[in-house]
């Protein structure tokens, strides 16, 4: 692939993040994303085969852009101390307000069982990547479970409802829950 193109799949695939992000990855059109990095719709098929293609693209680049901020956590520290550590992120009025370099699990749980079956294993695979950052032992993989399952979800509903102070107390409440 040329550099120019490459450059182009990459404005196109950040483009697909941050709708993602922002309304899932079944909602957002080709001509949305597409207009969003600058280009026309016509040009689209010369990067993916399908919409589809694109979104579970973005979505699995986002993942594990998630799993390489966690990656950065000291080796040292239990895994208590790392969901400790990624709740206080995770569960931050920044991380909910951001439009981009957001997880994109809150917008697209309540898709998913309408999407091709590669986003339920990309997920899948992402969760069992993520337990072996978060959790010490096989004995710790049901807290590490209910803690991420809790913060994905506060994060959600904190999203739902938007700026304000209930958001806020969401935030806190799934933040102080934590560990």
Do not use: W
């Amino acid at each position: 692939m040329n550099d120019k193109k490459a450059h182009t799949r990459e404005r196109i695939l950040q483009a697909a993040s941050a709708a993602l992000v922002q309304r899932g990855p079944a909602e957002p059109s080709v001509g949305e994303v597409m207009g969003g990095a600058g280009l026309t719709v016509g040009g689209f098929y010369a990067h993916f085969e399908s919409k589809d293609a694109l979104m579970l693209e973005a979505f699995t680049q986002l993942l594990a852009q998630r799993r390489a901020l966690i990656a950065q956590l000291d080796a040292g520290l239990s895994g208590e101390e790392r969901r400790a550590l990624v709740a206080a992120f995770y569960l931050s009025r920044k991380h909910r307000d951001s439009a981009e370099h957001a997880c994109p699990i809150p917008a697209s749980i309540g898709e998913m069982g309408r999407l091709p079956d590669d986003f339920r294993q990309a997920l899948a695979e992402h969760m069992e990547l993520m337990l072996a950052q978060l959790a010490d032992s096989p004995e710790d993989t049901d807290k590490a479970l209910a803690d991420i399952a809790l913060m994905v979800g506060g994060l959600a509903l904190a999203r739902a409802l938007g700026p304000g102070e209930l958001s806020d107390r969401m935030l806190r409440a799934a933040k102080s829950a934590v560990v």
